[in-house]
Each structure stands twice: as C-alpha cells, then as structure tokens.
C-alpha cells in the first residue's frame, strides 16, 4: 500500500559601526585612512548555532556587533565576561573575540586561548598569508595574539582590514595591518573547519498577474533587495495558468485551468517582458496543481494528491522531451506549495503551517521532514533559486530566509531576514529560475 505523506517523517533535529580612528603606532600598523563600517543591528537571535556552521559574512557581523556594543575593552579574566548577541558569554581578549566571532563553544569551562585555538580539530592552520579569506584568523602563538581577518586593503594584498581584541590598541578595533609584520612574527592563517561561504547569486523571478500579464523581478539572494523588476508584459497569455515552473533565463512551463500544459519563451525580460506565441504541449492531462523544476532535468508536480516526477530532455522541450512519467508516491494532497532547492530537493508548505524538505530517490523511495511546525501557512507562493534561500510570497509582498544547510533536514539553522519588499508582488503565480544561487 502506498505510504502517507506523513508517514516517513523523519525526526526534526533541534539543532555596527565601526568607529574608532587609527592609532599611529601599533602592532605593525600601516596608517592609512579610515573607511566606516556601519554594524547592523543585532538580530533577535544569531543565524547560526553554538558550534555550528557559520557563514563567512555572520562572523564579521558579530565581530562589528561586539565593537560596536562593548567598545574599548580588554581582559583576560573569565569573571569579565561579555554576552553575544544570544547571551552567552565570551572573555573579552583576543582569543575570546575571534571565539565569540566563530560563535565556538567553550573549552574545559572557558575560552580558547591563543596556544589552543588550533588544537580542538575543529580548525586548521596554513601558512600563506595571502589565502586568507573573510572571517579566517591570523594566528601568532609565539607572538601571543590572534586577530580576525576582514577584507584585502590592496590588489598586491600587502595590507589587510583586521577585527581585534588588543590590549596595546584599546581605541582601534578595526585597523589596517601589514602583511609583512604577521610573516616576520610567523603568525600563521587559521580556517574555521565550520566556516562556510555567503549566498551568492540572483534570484530571478517570474510572474503572473490577475490578468494574465507577465512580469519579471532581479532578486539580491543575500539580501532579499529587489535589483531590477518588476517588468511587466504589455500582452496577456492566452490562457488561464494554474501552476507555473521556470526552466531557465527565458523558458516557462505553465499548466492551464483546462488541464493543458503550455511552453512560453521569453523574448526580453528588461523595462517591459516580451514573449514568442506560446506553444500548447499538451491538450489534456496536465491537472496539476502545483509545479516546480528542479534545474537537474526533473519536473515534479503535484495531481489529486500524487506527486509526480518527468524528465525534461532538451532546453525548450516539446512534449516528447517530457519523458519517464512515474508517480512517486500519494499523500501529497497537503501542500499549499511547492519548489525545488536542488536536485531532486522539494520544498513545500501546508494549509496547518508547516514547512516541509523532501528528497526523492525514486518510486515509493522518498524521505521527508518538517522543518517547521508552525506559521508558514501565510505564503501563497514559495520560490527558490538555490543556495538555501527561500522567498514566501504573501499576495502584495515577499519574505526572505537562508537555509545555511538545506539538505539536513533540520529548520534549526533556517534565518529570516523578515519582509524584505512590502510591496509590488501582488502577482498570484511566482516561480524561481532554479540554480542561480550558491
């Protein structure tokens, strides 16, 4: 017998401005001028866990948080304590800032310090200066200190931006070092095994209009901030579209109120959307009610409650490109939504609230989890364009979120960055080009 929706649930698992001046005379300071930093204001709770993965761009917002909060201090006496932006505590010298920037956990009762903050395997060490990415450390264990590396000054990468706890430099938390001191002092990089990159990428979204006109909207991943959009089409579709799913930068497959499936190739999508007459794949058949492609080959859609999964062969199929129909499974009736985050990844909500991650494997041969239980249900539409980011669309506005692991079946390390664009999205389709993020 085929198995419910909800029966091969798998557990959920729980998982600043910058304004001080540069000192003259530093720990191999190059004085060059200042550049301003403004922090962003400290989110009601941090998008990672302690000892979790942490993004690259979330380590210097805390470190900005911290400078920004606490300003000129320094000790290395545990009673000194200062809490992060979700309470836990945090010595404040060098070794407990870059700990409290990598948001590590603590150590036989307290703090790395600058002899063990290589030594719990959690990190690694290497000894060119110039692969240095945003949000490692420059680590000194001779010298007794450790910093945190921000950005390159110069192309040459000769200077660098550094975040740090120093007790010789209690007004200048952000300064600019050279890198010719820390090779003298044979300070060496230190990498945060957990550490991972930002979101990077464009979402590009289409969309449908109560009257049938196209639109087009330029989405910042990482940010959730419209770029370009919404464009609109002068003409409307010629039919009316249930379900949409976008294949790539300029192909659309809608199915129809009448059951029929349509391919739409867009012509331009800048100050106004234009598209070639759409060609009717299919007269009957395509009850679908929910559509989403995942950018691999696959289209999934969902029909009286079975999720179904094609394959798309070519870039803009006819319907003998749409081949290897087969039903995953039943029980899918509860989704008010569908996308894909990856290769055989789906990603739905229900009418109770809940958000849910799927993988398919084949046949009867699937896995799936709330991610969350509750409030999720406000969404007429969910997009992705890859990389862990999701946008709920409400019927005039959008939602952003990160998924800083989206294929681990945990909604534990899920962040929001709230409503992003209030207003503009009154369209009552939306779909994610998928594969444009990472």
């Not at 999934?300 to 995953?328: C, F, H, M, Q």
């Amino acid at each position: 017998m085929p198995r419910s929706l909800l029966q091969k649930i798998v557990p959920q698992r729980i998982l600043a401005t910058a304004t001080s001046v540069l000192a003259a005379a530093t720990l191999g300071l190059a004085v060059v001028a200042v550049d301003t930093v403004t922090a962003p204001p400290a989110p009601a709770r941090a998008a990672s866990s302690v000892g979790g993965q942490i993004t690259r761009d979330e380590v210097l917002n805390r470190a900005r948080w911290w400078i920004d909060q606490y300003g000129a201090i320094y000790s290395q006496y545990q009673s000194d304590q200062k809490p992060d932006q979700d309470g836990h505590p945090y010595r404040p010298d060098c070794s407990g800032f870059v700990s409290m920037a990598w948001h590590l956990p603590k150590s036989g009762g307290g703090d790395r310090s600058t002899r063990t903050l290589d030594t719990f395997g959690d990190t690694r060490t290497f000894d060119n200066l110039g692969d240095l990415l945003p949000g490692d450390a420059i680590l000194g264990v001779e010298y007794g200190h450790v910093a945190l590396f921000e950005k390159w000054v110069d192309s040459s990468r000769t200077q660098m931006w550094v975040y740090e706890e120093y007790k010789e430099n209690l007004e200048g938390r952000r300064v600019v070092k050279s890198r010719s001191w820390y090779e003298a002092e044979n300070f060496k990089g230190v990498r945060y095994n957990k550490i991972i990159d930002g979101v990077r990428g464009t979402a590009n979204i289409y969309g449908v209009l109560a009257d049938g006109r196209l639109t087009f909207t330029a989405v910042d991943a990482a940010t959730g901030d419209r770029i370009r959009g919404a464009s609109r089409s002068d003409a409307s579709l010629p039919f009316t579209p249930r379900t949409m799913a976008t294949l790539d930068y300029n192909t659309i497959l809608f199915t129809s109120t009448a059951n029929e499936l349509w391919r739409v190739d867009i012509g331009t999508n800048l100050d106004t959307v234009t598209f070639r007459t759409p060609t009717r794949l299919a007269d009957s058949g395509w009850s679908h009610d929910l559509l989403t492609y995942d950018g691999s080959g696959h289209l999934y859609g969902i029909a009286d409650g079975v999720l179904r999964r094609y394959t798309v062969n070519v870039a803009k199929p006819e319907i003998t490109d749409i081949t290897g129909y087969v039903s995953i499974d039943e029980g899918f009736g509860a989704l008010k939504t569908l996308t894909a985050t990856g290769p055989d990844w789906l990603l739905g909500t229900t009418s109770d609230g809940r958000l849910r991650s799927y993988r398919v494997d084949g046949v009867d041969n699937w896995t799936g989890s709330d991610l969350r239980e509750s409030t999720w249900q406000v969404f007429t539409n969910l997009v992705s364009p890859g990389g862990g980011v999701y946008f709920g669309h409400k019927p005039t506005s959008m939602n952003h979120y990160v998924d800083l692991n989206p294929y681990d079946f945990s909604g534990g390390d899920i962040s929001g960055t709230g409503e992003t664009d209030p207003s503009g999205w009154s369209q009552v389709l939306i779909s994610a080009q998928p594969g444009t993020v990472s």
